[in-house]
Structure formats: structure tokens, C-alpha cells
């Protein structure tokens, strides 16, 4: 039986972040993040200031989710580069690693971080969507690479093919709940016991077993946010 040791909780926005804040305080396998995701429409900009206080809590791991998304938004995105700024500098303050978000951008998102310095801290880009030349870009920078149930569908040969070929010591899974339920559950609610079935598909593909993907997942998890583990 595997069991989950220990969850993060991404922020998205800082308005609705002192509510997650408060529910996971008290468990001690409960962690979150602090930060505002690149999509997200906000009255004002999150300041370096502003991340740098959230994040010097230590129930904060991370800062973000934050990175681009050419998806969803069009038009002059400078503002969403320089909302990616802002948190990149944040991180490098406090120390702490970086959530990525990358859809559709990677060029733009490899070129930012390169420009700040980010391997400095580092971090994971979550619910990786690229090929192998991005993933070598990302593991250069110091980057973790982590995989959702996308991994799992039919049609993610490319992810399938990244997921075979990575470094045991540069992967992480997770479920990114509610969305993108794996395989058996796909078009359905998504939770974070899910996040076997990711694991499992990715011992088939590395051709290990499930305990070995559970063991080197948490390894690295605790590694990159410096956790000591439960």
C-alpha cells in the first residue's frame, strides 16, 4: 500500500490565498505556496514586496504557481512576463523554489528565467506538456519536471516519451486536482489519491516498480523543497 506523505497546496491568487492558508495550518504534511498564476485577472499587481512577506512563512515552500500561459491570454503580454518577474525575484529573496506554469510559451518561459537567474533557486515546472529538447532545457536550469494523469492518456506520447527518458533524481507526480484525472478517471473530478495511477504508469514506462516511483518521486520531492522527510 502507498500512501501520501505529504501534500502541497498551489496558490493561484493572493485573494483567496489567507483561506488555504488557514485550512492547512493545522497539518504538519500540509504545505503551501504563495503566489498568483499567470492567468489570473487581479485589481493589482502582486508586488516582490508583497510575495516576499507571504513567502517568509514557514508553512510556504514555494512561490507560485507563476510562469506564462500563451493559452489563455492574448494580446501585449508584458504584463504577464513581468508578473513572472516579479516572482522570480521574490524566490531568489526568500530562497525558495519556483512553481512553473508553461503553456504554450516555453521559448519565452526558459528565456525569462535565464534572464533572473532563477536556476539560483530553481523549482519544478508542474504538469509538464513539452518534448524532450525542452525537458533538457529545464533539467540544465536545475529544474525538477513534474507529471500529472496527462501522462496516463493515450494520446501523450510525447509526454510518455519524456517521462521514460528523465533522470530518476528529476521527477516529481502529482494529481494538479481537480483537473486532469488519470486514467481510469479521465473527465472526472480529480484528488490527490489519484496520483497512484501517475505513478504506476510511469513505472510501466521506466520499467520499475511502483515502489521504486513512490521512493524516488518522494526523494524528490523532499530534496527540492528542502523537507526533512516524515
Known amino acids: 500500500?502507498?500512501?501520501?506523505?505529504?501534500?502541497?497546496?498551489?496558490?493561484?491568487?493572493?485573494?483567496?490565498?489567507?483561506?488555504?492558508?488557514c485550512l492547512v495550518g493545522a497539518y504538519d504534511n500540509v504545505s503551501v505556496s504563495a503566489g498568483v498564476h499567470p492567468n489570473e485577472n487581479v485589481s493589482e499587481e502582486p508586488s516582490i514586496e508583497e510575495l516576499v512577506s507571504l513567502g517568509g512563512d514557514d508553512k510556504v515552500m514555494a512561490i507560485g504557481e507563476t510562469g506564462l500561459d500563451y493559452y489563455r491570454s492574448s494580446g501585449n503580454l508584458d504584463w504577464?512576463?513581468?508578473?513572472?518577474?516579479?516572482?522570480?525575484?521574490?524566490?531568489?529573496?526568500?530562497?525558495?523554489?519556483?512553481?512553473?506554469?508553461?503553456r504554450e510559451a516555453k521559448d519565452d518561459t526558459i528565456k525569462v528565467l535565464k534572464e533572473e537567474g532563477a536556476s539560483q533557486v530553481?523549482?519544478?515546472?508542474?504538469?509538464?506538456?513539452?518534448?524532450?529538447?525542452?525537458?533538457?532545457?529545464?533539467?540544465?536550469?536545475?529544474?525538477?519536471?513534474?507529471?500529472?494523469?496527462?501522462?496516463?492518456?493515450?494520446?501523450?506520447?510525447?509526454?510518455?516519451?519524456?517521462?521514460?527518458?528523465?533522470?530518476n533524481d528529476r521527477f516529481l507526480?502529482?494529481?494538479?486536482?481537480?483537473?486532469?484525472?488519470?486514467?481510469?478517471?479521465?473527465?472526472k473530478p480529480n484528488y490527490p489519491l489519484y496520483v497512484r495511477h501517475v505513478a504506476q504508469c510511469i513505472a510501466e514506462l521506466k520499467n520499475i516498480s511502483i515502489d521504486e516511483v513512490a521512493r524516488l518521486s518522494s526523494d524528490n520531492f523532499y530534496r527540492l523543497f528542502s523537507r526533512p522527510r516524515a
Open 1 to 21: 500500500m502507498h500512501q501520501i506523505d505529504h501534500m502541497l497546496c498551489v496558490s493561484i491568487d493572493l485573494q483567496s490565498y489567507p483561506a488555504m492558508r
Open 80 to 102: 504577464q512576463r513581468k508578473r513572472f518577474r516579479q516572482h522570480i525575484r521574490a524566490a531568489k529573496i526568500l530562497g525558495k523554489p519556483l512553481i512553473i506554469h508553461s
Open 173 to 187: 507526480i502529482e494529481t494538479d486536482s481537480p483537473y486532469l484525472a488519470p486514467i481510469p478517471f479521465r473527465g
Open 122 to 167: 530553481g523549482g519544478v515546472f508542474h504538469c509538464f506538456t513539452e518534448d524532450w529538447e525542452t525537458a533538457l532545457q529545464v533539467i540544465d536550469l536545475g529544474f525538477f519536471i513534474s507529471f500529472s494523469g496527462i501522462v496516463t492518456f493515450r494520446n501523450a506520447q510525447l509526454i510518455q516519451d519524456v517521462a521514460r527518458m528523465i533522470p
